[in-house]
């Protein structure tokens, strides 16, 4: 974890340095992760981005991302002879950090929208439920074994969002981002708060 927030602040270094002058912004966000590879893939995510403008609508953009899912379903079946009733978990946890472009497509009085995108270091930790077969005599016991999985890899994510400017240093938005952190495509919906600095 304490190479993810080096990385983080290398990250926004370089961005101060290399941007050219121009107004700043960042963001907090957070909402709802699907984990499509999960018994229950209903998740959360929040995150942070920078942002810093080199020309009127385009713009360098660093985030950080974290999403997290713990859950579990039931499984209730006979097979053969024995009945079984298994609650199979759940646990996966993703971080993503990345730098990018991104340009507003659209500008006019206080709407603008967006599109962005970012490549980087995606960390990918899952622990999840599987139900297993033994043979015990001549039948079989099905029996629950959990499976770990540690990824370190490259992440990239995509962005698509709307901001409202309330203030001339305060927004509020929505968006969508697909993330593809590990080896599956997760796909989330935010709300998003943006302060221009």
């Given at each position: 974890m304490k190479k993810l927030f080096l990385i983080i602040g290398i990250t926004l270094i370089?961005?101060?340095?290399?941007?050219q002058k121009g107004k700043s912004q960042i963001a907090i966000f957070g909402g709802y992760e699907g984990f499509v590879e999960l018994h229950d893939n209903k998740g959360f995510n929040v995150g942070a981005e920078y942002k810093s403008y080199f020309l009127d609508r385009f713009y360098l953009v660093a985030n950080f991302h974290a999403g997290l899912n713990d859950g579990s379903k039931r499984a209730k079946y006979t097979n053969g002879k024995n009945d079984y009733d298994f609650v199979l978990k759940n646990k996966a946890r993703d971080y993503m950090?990345?730098?990018g472009v991104g340009a507003d497509l659209l500008q006019i009085n206080k709407h603008r929208i967006y599109l962005q995108g970012t490549a980087g270091l995606g960390i990918y930790r899952q622990d999840k439920d599987g139900i297993h077969s033994a043979a015990a005599g001549n039948?079989?016991?099905?029996?629950?074994?959990?499976?770990?999985?540690?990824i370190s890899r490259f992440g990239v994510s995509a962005s698509l969002g709307y901001d409202y400017l309330l203030t001339?240093?305060?927004?509020?938005?929505?968006?969508y981002t697909g993330w593809y952190v590990g080896y599956d495509?997760?796909?989330?919906?935010?709300?998003k708060l943006t302060f221009t600095l």
């Open positions: 370089s961005l101060n340095t290399f941007a950090v990345g730098l039948e079989s016991m099905d029996y629950v074994k959990t499976h770990f999985e540690r001339d240093w305060f927004a509020v938005g929505v968006n495509y997760r796909s989330t919906y935010n709300v």
